[in-house]
């Protein structure tokens, strides 16, 4: 029998939206990327995506999946509520191997993916024998179901090639020379200008390029602060940032709050959880 389907499966694989932003909707607001797959399943009220540079709105009953690797961000206004599911990358798991949003109308489908959601986080929480073997077999139905829901494919068209391309760029930066470096760089990299290359951002997902960075550079600065609790003079030298001020700026002009403060707030409410 083969037990590496999912090992070691997180107590924390499935939990609402707003717990999977614990109660820091930037989690899942600025752009980033996750190592491991995820799925977003609203289940009432309306939400917002930006996944590769495409921007979806979302209601009731739509699924988005984001493989593992893929630049993203999900806003989603009060009154929505849904559920999300994260699994670890698998060559058992077959996840689409692009980013998926369904438009899930029939009930009957509806309470199926439900059902499957359920179900892991049963054997997730549990602990019940082989619950691992229980949860990736619940897993591989989800994406079953998924495939088959699948009515639609996108046009490859320059755009979004070019979209796809700018996003995967933005996430090797965290791991290569392209990291803090400006639009114009990242334009260069792809070959185009740096006036294409905002209009497309703009017309594909009402933001441009350079929004798309500073939500992704924020979005990285924010969980070293408020997870790692680094010092932002660390911070500064690991994002190139030319002085530890002008990073301090940075943080201050888009959150309201200095380094220390959001990382002594962040410290705080790890305290008052225990």
Known sequence: MDTNDISGIDPNSVMTIAQRANGAPWRLGLAHARKEHLLIWVTRGAAF???????????????????????????????????????PVSNRLDWPDDPLLLRVREPKAQLTLTHYIEAIQIEATEGQPLAHIAASAHAQLMMVWAHRQQNQTLKNTAARRLMRAFSALVVQSESS??????????????????????????????????????????????RMLEDDAMKAVDIARILNFSTPAYFTRFIKTHTGETPSDLRNAAKENRLNSL
């Open 49 to 87: 995506s930006v996944v590769e540079g495409r921007a979806s709105a979302l209601n009731s009953h739509n699924a988005l999946f984001i493989p593992a690797g893929t630049l993203f961000s999900f806003t989603w206004e009060t009154s929505c509520f849904g559920q999300t599911v994260a699994l």
């Open 177 to 222: 020379e392209l990291a803090g470096a400006s639009m114009a760089d990242f334009a260069s990299k792809l070959g185009v200008t740096a006036t294409h290359l905002t209009r497309v951002c703009r017309d594909e997902c009402g933001k441009t390029a350079a929004d798309i960075l500073t939500q992704h550079l924020l979005q990285r600065a924010r």
